[in-house]
């Protein structure tokens, strides 16, 4: 794709009119490229058609992506308009921001939005110049673009933002110290400025991380999927406070409080926590503010014998528990007549799918089947979601009608 003839070509108040009724074209065929391109020979047909694309890749995720140019690999890193939008609410209370590692500008358009200087900062000479048209396409002027490596960033600022790019190469890096620019140049950032936050992959093992005494690691979900592991640090920070879940787009938090919660036997109910609260390791404090307890010391899921009304997680009526028995289990779809079946693993050796084949599934009734390691034991439970949530009342207010 030809960066520099496209943006030249969209300078022009007529020629970004032409590109936006391309955009309004609801299917183009190959013959419609064609004639085109024949057509109009002196315009960037073929990258205004290869953005148009892009565009309607991440509309899903980015309401403004028709505003947006990108690259190929910019559309695939771009963050979510809901996430970036979280990630501005980090700054705002400083004046002076910098974004390392600006890339497309999806969080810099959010963070920059009344500050009063902002620093954008990125490697990639092209993608540089795209940021530079889509910040001035959402009218932000308050923006200094540098061209450089993000660990040389020397300039005086209140805060920093940084996503490290995590597929140097092209070839996605987990370990925070093969990202670029690599997690120990990043921490040698502090030397300019103490409030810092950093995008992390959330498959990495946070564990090893050598952490100052002034961060939080927050546990960022999306509609119920984890997408990243924010460190915050100095001012950034939650106080007190380590490791810490938030569901979006509801901006539920949970806090760590080394909660201990009991073992029991299963009850009426489960609850599987929202994956953020799973990895921040905070199963046993969600167990305290439901009133729910463990099944198991090694399992995500919580049980208890009343409803509940929880944003926090998903809510199963348990209908039968049997120890696992592949027969016995064909037995049940059949006499239930289960044409619909989820299943949720724990600890189980095989797959989803190659243990899915073992079942013939037939019916109109559906099930989610739990295959859970219990102790040296595997054990089977069949439940139902409770998709509307109904609030249980441990008291009930008396209230008297009188005769009108």
Not at 81 to 101: E, G
Not at 315 to 322: T, W, Y
């Amino acid at each position: 794709m030809n960066i520099d003839k496209l943006l030249e070509f969209l300078k022009d108040k007529n020629n970004r009119k032409f590109f936006k009724e391309l955009q309004e074209l609801k299917e183009i065929s190959i013959n419609d490229i064609q004639s085109l391109i024949s057509n109009n020979p002196e315009k960037p047909i073929k990258e205004m058609l290869s953005q148009i694309k892009l565009q309607k890749r991440n509309l899903n995720k980015l309401p403004i992506s028709n505003e947006l140019l990108f690259t190929e690999q910019g559309a695939q890193q771009a963050t979510s308009w809901k996430l970036a939008k979280y990630h501005a609410t980090k700054f705002k209370v400083f004046n002076k921001v910098a974004d390392l590692c600006c890339g497309i500008g999806v969080d810099l358009i959010n963070i920059a939005k009344g500050k009063e200087q902002v620093y954008a900062i990125d490697l990639d000479t092209d993608i540089l110049k795209i940021v530079k048209y889509n910040c001035k396409n959402q009218n932000l002027s308050n923006i200094k673009f540098i061209s450089g490596k993000a660990e040389e960033f020397n300039q005086q600022v209140d805060a920093i933002f940084i996503d490290p790019d995590r597929r140097p190469g092209s070839n996605r890096r987990i370990a925070p110290e093969e990202y670029s620019p690599p997690f120990s140049k990043i921490m040698e950032l502090r030397d300019i400025c103490q409030n810092i936050a950093v995008k992390l992959s959330p498959a990495i093992n946070y564990k090893r991380l050598n952490l100052p005494i002034d961060s939080t690691l927050e546990f960022v979900s999306e509609n119920g999927a984890l997408k990243e592991i924010l460190l915050c640090m100095g001012d950034l920070a939650t106080k007190n406070c380590e490791r810490k879940a938030v569901l979006l787009p509801t901006n539920l938090t949970l806090q760590n409080s080394n909660a201990k919660t009991k073992i029991t036997d299963i009850q009426q109910y489960l609850f599987e926590p929202d994956p953020a609260i799973i990895r921040a390791g905070l199963v046993q404090e969600m167990g305290n503010k439901i009133g729910y307890k463990l099944i198991d010391s090694k399992l995500a899921l919580l049980t208890g014998s009343h409803i509940l009304q929880s944003d926090f997680g998903k809510v199963f009526e348990v209908e039968e528990i049997m120890k696992f028995d592949l027969k016995k289990v064909r037995k049940y779809v059949r006499e239930n007549k289960i044409g619909e079946l989820i299943i949720k693993t724990r600890g189980f050796p095989e797959s989803v799918e190659k243990f899915r084949k073992k079942i013939k599934l037939k019916g109109n009734n559906s099930v989610v089947m739990f295959i859970l390691r219990k102790g040296d034991d595997h054990i089977i439970i069949f439940a139902q979601i409770l998709l509307i949530y109904i609030v249980f009342l441990t008291s009930l207010s008396r209230c008297s009608l009188k005769e009108g």
